[in-house]
């Protein structure tokens, strides 16, 4: 009896000599993680971290799939990204902007590895959701806007994409990408505007087409939006927007074509206006339109414009315009040089 207490009083002691020993190399393995600067070496220390302690009664385990999930993230490990992550949002306290980092890093995850499109679109609601609750009125919400719901909404466009066999997808998509447009006027997000902006007009949606192009365009004018959406709006009828934006794209640059449609756009309302449009597209020497410029041009001088005119005087307002156009077409005189002597 004697020798059994004495045998259970070493255990004990030799079990409190051994325990402290084992958080001393548990703690310097979680420093050594934290410490590593490299991001492949550190993460390669996590899983090892994992695969020798787990995550049981850990005080850390939160902390190291938090770390885990964003390291793999970061180095595109993204299968990783949703072992890890999924484990991170089991924990019921983990702070809003981690949970909300989780559902973005998931959602792309899904979306990149095309594992579970559905699951992937629904991470991105929740992002969404949660980053317009913790938008606060009044204040500059920018950081939450950009970094959260901008991202969210380029992610599900790509899922929707992904299921071109609904034409609803498109749509939703367009709505989706504008929306992420106007929050952060970033460049991914336009590109997405101007690619479904496209496909609406493909699928006959002639107005959706032109929200997306005017967006984009309002904030960033261009002659080629513009141009777009001239043609766009000729379509629809609408000769006094379509004028409009032909005219402020071939003021930001000449082009023959463009130059070409305002003449024919023009020749029934300002006929003088057609003409110098025509007479600058035949100038520009485009071996598509110019000739048909020329063509048109000629029609409206001898059969409208000087209509009854001798042929001498025909010639005469035809050269007369010809050379107008040719001044307005040539590159402006540098201003001499200011004498500072």
Known sequence: MKKTAIFILMLIVVGASVLPA??????????????????QARFDKLEEYYKTYGDKDERNAIYMYLNLANDSYQLQQFEKTILYGEKVLLYKDIEAQNKLRMYLALANAYNLTKKDIDKGYSYAD????????????????????????????RIQVQMLAAKPEDPQNAVTAFNKSLEAYQLDKSDKSANFVLVFSERMLKNQRVE?????????NQNKPNSEYYK?????????????????????????????????DLGVLLNKTDIDGAMDYLAESNLLNDEKYSADALKLLQ?????????????????????????????????????????TK
Do not use: C, H
């Open 22 to 39: 084992m958080d001393k190399a548990q703690t310097d393995a979680w420093i050594a993680t934290q410490n590593e600067k490299n991001l």
């Open 228 to 260: 777009m959406l001239g043609m766009w709006y000729a379509r629809l009828k609408n000769q006094d927007k379509a004028i409009e934006n032909l005219k402020a794209s071939y003021q930001m640059k000449k082009n023959a074509k463009v130059a070409y």
């Open 208 to 216: 959706d087409a032109i929200r997306g192009i005017e967006a984009v």
């Open 299 to 339: 029609q409206l001088l001898l059969y409208e414009k000087t209509k009854g005119q001798t042929p001498v005087e025909q010639e005469k307002a035809f050269n007369a315009i010809m050379a107008a156009a040719k001044a307005r077409l040539a590159p402006p005189t540098p201003a001499p040089a200011s004498d």
């Open 126 to 153: 929740l992002v969404i959701v949660m980053a317009k609750a913790m938008r606060v009125e009044g204040e500059n919400n920018a950081s939450i806007d950009t970094n959260f719901i901008a991202p969210a909404l």
